[in-house]
């Protein structure tokens, strides 16, 4: 075991980072891709890999961001969507005390591990569902596969009306599949920002500092392997709703979904989601990842629902049953009848302590250490 910054990896190391990862459906996402490390590494500090050998070759990668001396997150926690260990047998013959205690970590917390992470299962609090929509034999048939698995199309065909209603209101409605322009992004960003305001959630964007540049610098990179895509819904000239997302080859993932509130009674955010599945086996795309989460758009339109798991692991087995009891009585309070009230003085208060924490730093745009996790869709 060898723990590096990225750019201390070889180019041989990289390589097989990379056939690891594409050997493996389970390993498919974007945030398990080398470039996904790299581009992190560039903005935001103390993001590391632990590099497995066998016999002297690299046979697997876990990539970890030390938040604080033995302390650890998966690097860009708070956009990230899957978690893991990048490996052919994701873990087979790793024993988890002593991975941790060679990586120089006392714990490693994680939100959203992905399904067949062996390794980690027994650290998990919950699980909790991402859901996703598989179209990899176009949209008919992904219709099908929801009304196979018991869930109904009505909102489906209901936002092919509203669309309808919308065109005859305000003009022709045309999806941009993949359009390259920061000024959509920071369009986007603002609706996403309002969102969060409205729905007594931490702004992103300040616990992240370093996200808004993530974005711009994904967006600029080339090739199916890694990079941004922003997807955007357009009547006439006037853009009305835009997915950001990242993509690996066949599976786009999900970041920020975000629309105009002026036209929010046509569903834009729901129009542009199934305007994108009719178009992703155009552009190469089978999957299309919605992030953990239950709201409305995401139930309306999975046809798949894979599991993520939310856990700590840790060298300490005491130290681990503190925090699993600690996050269950959280998790209860938060979906206890107080949960909302809760919620919404705790999100005043992340607010405020936002607000003190921008006039001592001022306007700068240093690439902080991760401080907070939101969400990333």
Same mark, same amino acid.
């Given at each position: 075991?060898?723990?590096?910054?990225?750019?201390?990896?070889?180019?041989?190391?990289?390589?097989?980072?990379?056939?690891?990862?594409?050997?493996?459906?389970?390993?498919?996402?974007?945030? %398990?891709?080398?470039?996904?490390?790299?581009?992190?590494?560039?903005?935001?500090?103390?993001?590391?890999?632990?590099?497995?050998?066998?016999?002297? @070759?690299?046979?697997?990668?876990?990539?970890?961001?030390?938040?604080?001396?033995?302390?650890?997150?998966?690097?860009? !926690?708070?956009?990230?969507?899957?978690?893991?260990?990048? @490996?052919?047998?994701?873990?087979?013959?790793?024993?988890?005390?002593?991975?941790?205690?060679?990586?120089?970590?006392?714990?490693?917390?994680?939100?959203?591990?992905?399904?067949?992470?062996?390794? %980690?299962?027994?650290?998990?609090?919950?699980?909790?569902?991402?859901?996703?929509?598989?179209?990899?034999?176009?949209?008919?048939?992904?219709?099908?596969?929801?009304?196979?698995?018991?869930?109904?199309?009505?909102?489906?065909?209901? @936002?092919?009306?509203?669309?309808?209603?919308?065109?005859?209101?305000?003009?022709?409605?045309?999806?941009?599949?993949?359009?390259?322009?920061?000024?959509?992004?920071?369009?986007?960003?603002?609706?996403?920002?309002?969102?969060?305001?409205?729905?007594?959630?931490?702004?992103?964007?300040?616990?992240? /500092?370093?996200?808004?540049?993530?974005?711009?610098?994904? +967006?600029?990179?080339?090739?199916?392997?890694?990079?941004?895509?922003?997807?955007?819904? %357009?009547? !006439?000239?006037? /853009?009305?709703?835009?997915?950001?997302?990242?993509?690996?080859?066949?599976?786009?993932?999900?970041? %920020?979904?975000?629309?105009?509130?002026? +036209?929010?009674?046509?569903?834009?955010?729901?129009?542009?989601?199934?305007?994108?599945?009719?178009?992703?086996?155009?552009?190469?795309?089978?999957?299309?990842?919605?992030?953990?989460?239950?709201?409305?758009?995401?139930?309306? +339109?999975?046809?798949?629902?894979?599991?993520?798991?939310?856990?700590?692991?840790?060298?300490?087995?005491?130290?681990?049953?503190?925090?699993?009891?600690?996050?269950?009585?959280?998790?209860?309070?938060?979906?206890?009848?107080?949960?909302?009230?809760?919620?919404?003085?705790?999100?005043?208060?992340?607010?405020?302590?936002?607000?003190?924490?921008?006039?001592?730093?001022?306007?700068?745009?240093?690439?902080?250490?991760?401080? @907070?996790?939101?969400?990333?869709?």
């Amino acid at each position: 075991m060898e723990v590096r910054s990225f750019d201390q990896l070889g180019p041989g190391e990289i390589e097989e980072w990379k056939r690891v990862q594409e050997r493996s459906a389970a390993l498919e996402s974007p945030f %398990f891709r080398p470039e996904y490390i790299a581009l992190l590494s560039e903005i935001s500090p103390n993001i590391q890999v632990g590099v497995i050998r066998e016999k002297e @070759a690299p046979v697997g990668f876990f990539p970890f961001h030390e938040i604080r001396a033995g302390v650890a997150v998966p690097p860009g !926690d708070c956009l990230s969507g899957l978690h893991g260990l990048i @490996a052919a047998e994701r873990g087979a013959g790793v024993d988890p005390g002593e991975l941790l205690e060679r990586l120089g970590l006392h714990s490693w917390s994680f939100s959203h591990l992905a399904p067949g992470q062996a390794l %980690f299962e027994p650290f998990v609090f919950e699980y909790q569902e991402s859901p996703s929509l598989v179209v990899d034999e176009g949209f008919d048939a992904y219709l099908e596969r929801r009304s196979d698995r018991g869930h109904t199309n009505r909102n489906i065909l209901n @936002a092919e009306r509203k669309a309808r209603s919308l065109a005859r209101r305000e003009g022709r409605i045309r999806l941009e599949m993949d359009i390259r322009d920061p000024e959509l992004v920071a369009r986007l960003v603002s609706w996403k920002r309002l969102q969060m305001k409205l729905t007594h959630r931490r702004d992103l964007f300040i616990g992240c /500092p370093w996200a808004r540049s993530f974005l711009d610098r994904s +967006l600029a990179l080339k090739g199916d392997d890694f990079r941004g895509q922003l997807s955007t819904l %357009f009547v !006439d000239d006037r /853009p009305v709703a835009a997915l950001f997302g990242l993509r690996s080859r066949r599976v786009l993932h999900g970041l %920020f979904l975000g629309f105009d509130r002026e +036209l929010a009674r046509f569903s834009p955010g729901i129009l542009l989601l199934v305007e994108i599945a009719r178009r992703m086996n155009e552009v190469g795309l089978t999957q299309l990842n919605l992030g953990k989460g239950s709201e409305f758009y995401k139930q309306t +339109l999975k046809s798949d629902s894979p599991v993520v798991g939310v856990g700590r692991w840790s060298r300490s087995p005491l130290i681990g049953r503190l925090h699993r009891g600690r996050y269950r009585m959280r998790v209860g309070l938060a979906r206890s009848a107080a949960g909302p009230a809760l919620r919404g003085a705790w999100g005043g208060l992340q607010r405020t302590a936002d607000r003190l924490l921008r006039r001592s730093e001022g306007a700068s745009s240093v690439a902080w250490p991760i401080k @907070a996790r939101g969400e990333g869709n």
